[in-house]
């Protein structure tokens, strides 16, 4: 396999994976409704968590992402995590102009990092598909690994600008009864996961 047709995987498997609504797409929307740009700030918080982990992932670490407490600990935190934003956006649903409410206290950089950081779905994905792109990565070198680690995390950068780009113009044309639905949608959405994170993890630990 030869690195242009390599790079051209590694965009088709990550736009599978960016583009599948979750907790990330979730906060895109609540947050760009806000700020046009907090698209591409959550995907510079998700990167600063990304890109060492790739390296990581490279020298050896997907074992240990695999492992039953590693799993447990993610799935409890994750879980409480994503609860709390379920709970944030909810109470943003009730304010009197619910998508121009700050999201939450937490800013975008921090909001991408801390829920790449507590799923264990994406976790699991490096320690799975993305393992299997970083090996197939090694042939060609640290300019191999650059290129797909930077050409991945473009991949999230272009998805969630244009999410939040859509938010933060659709927000223009969306009356408060509408945005309230939206918002309840997206703490939906977080509460789903969290609880999905919780039970695995519960699961898990009893046996």
């Not at 102009?97 to 975008?108: D, E, I, K, M, R």
């Not at 060609?140 to 244009?162: E, K, P, Q």
Request: overall charge positive; aromatic content about 14%; charged content about 10%.
């Amino acid at each position: 396999m030869d690195l242009i047709l390599f790079l051209f995987n590694v965009v088709a498997i990550s736009l599978s994976g960016v583009m599948a609504p979750g907790p990330v797409s979730a906060a895109t929307l609540t947050h760009g409704a806000r700020s046009r740009w907090a698209g591409s700030w959550i995907a510079i918080g998700h990167g600063m968590l990304e890109i060492p982990l790739i390296y990581l992932i490279m020298i050896g670490l997907a074992p240990y992402l695999k492992a039953d407490i590693f799993k447990i600990i993610v799935g409890l935190v994750g879980g409480a995590f994503l609860l709390w934003m379920a709970y944030g956006m909810i109470r943003q649903a009730r304010h009197p102009n619910p998508l121009a409410a700050a999201p939450s206290t937490t800013g975008p950089v921090a909001t991408g990092f801390l829920l790449s950081a507590s799923s264990p779905y994406f976790l699991f994905w490096w320690a799975t598909v993305g393992l299997n792109l970083t090996i197939d990565a090694r042939p060609f070198g640290w300019l191999g690994f650059g290129l797909f680690a930077l050409v991945h995390w473009l991949c999230d950068l272009v998805w969630l600008t244009i999410l939040s780009l859509t938010a933060f113009h659709g927000r223009l044309f969306l009356n408060d009864r509408n945005q309230r639905i939206i918002l309840y949608a997206c703490g939906a959405v977080m509460a789903w996961f969290a609880a999905n994170f919780l039970f695995d993890a519960i699961r898990l630990a009893i046996g």
